[in-house]
């Protein structure tokens, strides 16, 4: 998934959840979730594409090794701060970008690249592109992943400014 359809997952995920639920959204929480969608990429891409110093840009934070035990901290610290939405808001974003991660896989069901969740005690499924990270975008082609994706960002843009302009129920709180 490319940045803008992770964090259009992980918003949606936490609507979906707030409005199940009847509750509104705090800014912190929709910051939170956003956040956490995009720690994976900011941490293994520069540090496996630029550094080479991780063997994929699917390793160390896309391991839930990482991911379980971070998940539970900022839970934790947000639960002493009297804001568990938050974390949990937190936890949704971070898991919302491996199961972004894995879904035609999922779909295709193709196991073994799911090696990458349990890195380093599993091999990180060599995925990485040959080139940098302009290559990459220049180089996108509009097949039915990158149609899908698209649509699903779109989805989240517009029900982003629905949310905040006609979505009273669920219209963010301080």
């Not at 991780?54 to 991911?67: D, E």
């Amino acid at each position: 998934m490319y940045p803008w359809t992770h964090a259009a997952f992980g918003y949606l995920l936490l609507v979906v959840l707030a409005v199940l639920l009847w509750r509104r959204v705090s800014r912190l929480e929709l910051a939170a979730v956003v956040v956490a969608t995009q720690i994976p990429d900011v941490v293994d891409k520069p540090l496996a594409w630029w550094l080479t110093v991780l063997p994929s840009g699917r390793s160390l934070a896309h391991s839930l090794v990482l991911a379980v035990p971070l998940s539970v901290l900022v839970l934790a610290v947000a639960w002493r701060r009297a804001h568990p939405e938050i974390g949990l808001a937190f936890a949704l974003g971070y898991a919302s970008h491996l199961l972004g991660d894995t879904y035609d896989a999922l779909y295709y069901w193709r196991v073994e690249e799911f090696t990458f969740l349990l890195w380093p005690f599993a091999p990180a499924y060599p995925y990485d592109p040959s080139e940098n990270l302009f290559e990459v975008v220049r180089a996108i082609e509009l097949t039915g992943s990158v149609a899908l994706q698209l649509g699903l960002a779109a989805v989240g843009g517009l029900v982003f400014l629905a949310h905040f302009l006609y979505a009273p129920w669920v219209r963010p709180t301080a």
